[in-house]
């Protein structure tokens, strides 16, 4: 099975500016950015979207929720981000290896989209 592009991030055999990384995830500046913070939290283990994680990834779901305001804390936005998680194509899902984006540093609109 081919690693998505994620998926060679996390193993350092592409380049990424990483800001955050421990055993289970992996967080990195975004190449597109949509706002002045704007970073992808990356499980290690390759999910292809939320929908299609298992009993088994709760743990590991948790995690990365937990670890988001770590990550934008750390970047000075501890009490003012946004976290969007896109699940399939339809809806903006470009890249299928689960990710939260963690967004910060503008103002941001309610809806979103």
């Given at each position: 099975?081919?690693k998505?592009?994620?998926e060679?991030?996390c193993?350092?055999?592409?380049p ?6 421990d055993?289970l ?6 190449i ?12 290690r ?5 939320l929908?299609n ?7 590991l779901?948790g995690?990365?929720?937990?670890t ?5 804390a750390?970047a ?14 339809a809806?903006g899902?470009?890249v299928?290896h689960?990710?939260?984006h963690?967004?910060?540093?503008r103002?941001?609109k309610w809806?979103?989209g």
């Amino acid at each position: 099975m081919t690693k998505t592009l994620f998926e060679k991030i996390c193993d350092r055999e592409i380049p990424a500016d990483i800001v955050y990384e421990d055993e289970l995830c992996v967080a990195f500046k975004d190449i597109h950015p949509q706002a002045p913070f704007h970073v992808q939290l990356v499980p290690r283990k390759p999910i292809t979207m939320l929908a299609n994680a298992e009993p088994g990834d709760q743990s590991l779901l948790g995690h990365l929720l937990l670890t988001a305001p770590k990550v934008a804390a750390a970047a000075g936005f501890g009490d003012a981000f946004r976290l969007a998680v896109n699940n399939g194509a339809a809806v903006g899902q470009s890249v299928f290896h689960l990710h939260i984006h963690i967004l910060a540093g503008r103002p941001f609109k309610w809806p979103p989209g």
